[in-house]
């Protein structure tokens, strides 16, 4: 999986100051996703994109934001608005944007309230 | 959508044995079954998968098997070795997204 890297490993948020979490991918993979895991929780869904310039909400969309401007990067911006965003983040990508393919992972963005 | 679960949330097995994690999931059009291990502050990589067209497949110490009709499926893990520790996660494909079980914590005692 050394396709997909995810920057920075650790990440600082201050109250009220948004951060931008990198995901990049050189797999030419179509689709892209982002997770959050927290303990005992296993992964959930925020956003996902299954082609480039087109993305839809996950299951815990609230206080997150998401673009893609090309086929190899799916930035995650956390906003203010997410008032829990301690977690680790993962970003995955998958051949094509169908339920019958492996995603494979980076290796996480572990984020922090300061 | 689609729910998955896991059970049991923690397993600990003697070096050696073997482990079952079983996992259920609700939507009956659900027809990719991956299963992922995660060692700690790790990515979760990709151990074995199971298409619906099939009820069972092998991979060296693992397997998975499927059940379509009761809507599970299980991750057997054949002697069990210290590296195996780790939390295991299940999923199944639903509406084009892949839903996750909560995971298994697997402990093997040397």
């Known amino acids: 999986d050394g396709g997909i890297t995810q920057s920075p490993k650790y990440l600082f948020r201050k109250e009220g100051q948004n951060v931008t979490l990198s995901c990049e991918q050189n797999?030419?993979?179509?689709?892209m996703y982002w997770y959050r895991q927290d303990p005992g929780q296993g992964l959930r869904l925020i956003y996902y994109?299954?082609?480039?310039?087109?993305?839809q909400k996950g299951d815990i969309a609230e206080g997150y934001s998401v673009s893609r401007e090309k086929k190899e990067s799916f930035p995650l911006t956390v906003t203010s608005a997410q008032k829990n965003p301690t977690a680790f983040y993962l970003c995955?990508?998958?051949?094509?944007?169908?339920?019958?393919?492996?995603?494979?992972f980076g290796d996480g963005t572990r984020l922090s309230i300061l | 959508g689609e729910n998955v679960e896991q059970h049991p949330s923690t397993l600990s097995v003697q070096e050696g044995d073997s482990a079952v994690i079983k996992c259920t999931y609700s939507d009956s059009a659900s027809n990719y079954f991956p299963w992922y291990k995660q060692e700690l502050g790790k990515r979760p990589q990709l151990i074995i998968d199971?298409?619906?067209?099939?009820g069972e497949k092998k991979d060296q110490r693992i397997a998975v098997t499927l059940n379509k009709t009761a809507k599970h499926f299980s991750l057997h893990i054949t002697e069990t070795q210290p590296e195996d520790s780790a939390v295991y996660f299940c999923?199944?494909?639903?509406?084009?997204?892949?839903?996750f079980g909560k995971g298994n914590q697997v402990v093997v005692i040397p």
């Open positions: 994109s299954q082609i480039v310039n087109d993305f």
């Open positions: 999923a199944a494909s639903g509406n084009n997204r892949l839903a």
């Open positions: 995955a990508s998958q051949t094509q944007g169908l339920g019958n393919q492996p995603q494979h």
């Open positions: 199971i298409r619906s067209n099939v």
């Open positions: 797999l030419n993979h179509d689709a």
